[in-house]
């Protein structure tokens, strides 16, 4: 289904098709915040923007406004709070909050990831700041290690892997973004996911997570490889072949090992080299 939505993508890249955008839908209601898989919305958003290509811009407001109103007001809702904002036929617990969670964030970094491809390279000082206050952000939110938490007591937080997974997918924007800038600052954001991961890794040495972090570590490496691209010297373009190339190459599903090629062949994770060209 990501795929097909990429495919989508890329066929009407920049095209401002208004009619083709609004048939990708984030979910906003209850019953769909239950039944989606969130991995998709990052994806669907990110897909939105890229078609609507001039509409997009480097605004806290644009980003936020990217998220249906009801999950934004959900989200900033308390357990009382969101109890009188319901129906009558429906109570807070037939809220999914871990897909609740999950929805809002995927949308916003969705659309961050497709600003950062439109600004690819150009060290968008914005764009930057937007992208650092929405790792901060992510950064911030509790991170529930088990799924059945989550209820009366655990309405906000994060599954572990899709708070590193989110953490990830922002690194590899700031790597796009200052692409060749050999940026200390953003290197020194990016260690410290790898730091943190490293130290999550060691605390559960026998769970599933440790099973899925390679695709992580892949996904920080190739943010740091961004970043000092040709040793300063490169940068990305943005004709369509280009964004193309490095839409493919930073397809943001990562693998769960070396041999993982299920969802994404990753030596297409080498297009990146034909994105590049001097400065």
């Known amino acids: 289904f990501n795929g097909s939505l990429m495919a989508l993508g890329l066929i009407h890249l920049k095209s401002n098709k208004e009619s083709v955008a609004k048939r990708i839908r984030i979910p906003s209601t209850i019953h769909e915040v239950r039944c989606c898989n969130p991995c998709n919305i990052l994806f669907k958003s990110f897909v939105r923007n ?3 290509w001039e509409v997009m811009e480097s605004s806290s407001e644009f980003v936020e406004q990217s998220v249906p109103l009801n999950i934004r007001t959900w989200i900033r809702s308390d ?3 969101l109890s009188m904002l319901l129906p009558l036929n429906v109570s807070v617990a037939d809220i999914d909050f871990q897909n609740l969670y999950l929805i809002y964030y995927a949308t916003r970094v969705g659309t961050l990831y497709a600003l950062a491809i439109k600004f ?3 060290a968008d000082h914005l764009l930057k700041r937007l992208l650092i206050a929405e790792f901060r952000q992510v950064e ?3 991170v529930v290690d088990n799924e059945f938490l989550f209820g009366a007591n655990q309405t906000k937080g994060l599954d572990v892997y899709s708070y590193y997974w989110l953490l990830t997918v922002l ?4 790597g ?3 692409a060749g800038r050999c940026n200390l600052d953003i290197l020194k954001v990016i260690k410290g996911v790898q730091s943190k991961l490293r130290k999550k890794t060691k605390e559960n040495m026998d769970s599933e997570f440790n099973e899925s972090i390679f695709g992580l570590h892949f996904g920080l490496q190739m943010a740091v490889g961004f970043l000092f691209l040709g040793n300063g010297a490169l940068t990305f373009g943005n004709s369509n072949f280009q964004i193309a ?3 493919i190459s930073t397809y943001p599903v990562f693998p769960l090992n070396y041999g993982d090629n299920q969802y994404h062949l990753q030596a297409l994770r080498h297009l990146w080299a034909l994105s590049t060209e001097n400065k």
Not at 171 to 174: A, K, N, Q, R, Y
């Open 171 to 174: 690194s590899i924007c700031l």
């Open 79 to 81: 357990y009382l709070q």
């Open 245 to 247: 190339c490095l839409i």
């Open 50 to 52: 890229i078609i609507m």
């Open 120 to 122: 690819a390279g150009t």
């Open 176 to 178: 796009v973004l200052m």
């Open 140 to 142: 911030s939110i509790p």
